[in-house]
């Protein structure tokens, strides 16, 4: 439940993000898949997958959970121009961090099966500096805290 909760909301936002894309680089959700060699080719550019990092239960009485949120990106940069790199950074991932952490387009405080989630901390992009598989891929990662409220039992 409180994965499927986090989720909703962030394919949300990205949805909010493919909206100004073009057909062609509109990012699609990858199924949960720890190994990358093991997507097929088609998810191997323009994809993301969302996992839960960590979650700690702060406080019974206020229901409260921290909940540390990655999102994983793949760009394949096989036989593309430079200026794709920039256009990766700009259009997709900046882009994105705006909407998450703009209470208006990021829809916080956000309610659904009776968890909440109140608050975004410590938004950051990460493996930007670094191609992967001789080149060919750029993975990074955008990482969060999320304060979500919700009944544990």
């Not at 550019?45 to 702060?58: A, G, H």
């Not at 900046?94 to 990021?106: H, K, N, V």
């Given at each position: 439940?409180?994965?499927?909760?986090?989720?909703?909301?962030?394919?949300?936002?990205?949805?909010?993000?493919?909206?100004?894309?073009?057909?062609?680089?509109?990012?699609?959700?990858?199924?949960?898949?720890?190994?990358?060699?093991?997507?097929?080719l088609n998810l191997k550019?323009?994809?993301?997958?969302?996992?839960?990092?960590?979650?700690?239960?702060?406080d019974n009485e206020s229901e409260e959970i921290n909940v540390k949120v990655n999102i994983e990106f793949h760009f394949r940069l096989?036989?593309?121009?430079?200026?794709?790199?920039?256009?990766?950074?700009?259009?997709?991932?900046?882009?994105?961090?705006?909407?998450?952490?703009?209470?208006?387009?990021?829809?916080l405080e956000h309610t659904s099966d009776g968890i909440t989630i109140a608050n975004i901390h410590n938004l950051s992009l990460s493996g930007l500096e670094k191609a992967y598989k001789g080149g060919e891929y750029l993975l990074p990662v955008a990482v969060f805290d999320l304060q979500v409220f919700g009944n544990v039992q």
């Open positions: 439940m409180l994965y499927n909760v986090i989720k909703s909301w962030v394919t949300g936002k990205i949805s909010l993000l493919n909206e100004t894309l073009s057909e062609a680089e509109k990012l699609a959700e990858s199924s949960l898949n720890f190994d990358t060699d093991m997507l097929p550019d323009n994809s993301y997958f969302i996992k839960l990092r960590e979650v700690t239960f702060t096989y036989k593309k121009p430079g200026e794709f790199y920039q256009k990766i950074i700009d259009d997709k991932l900046y882009r994105l961090c705006g909407i998450l952490i703009d209470d208006t387009a990021s829809g």
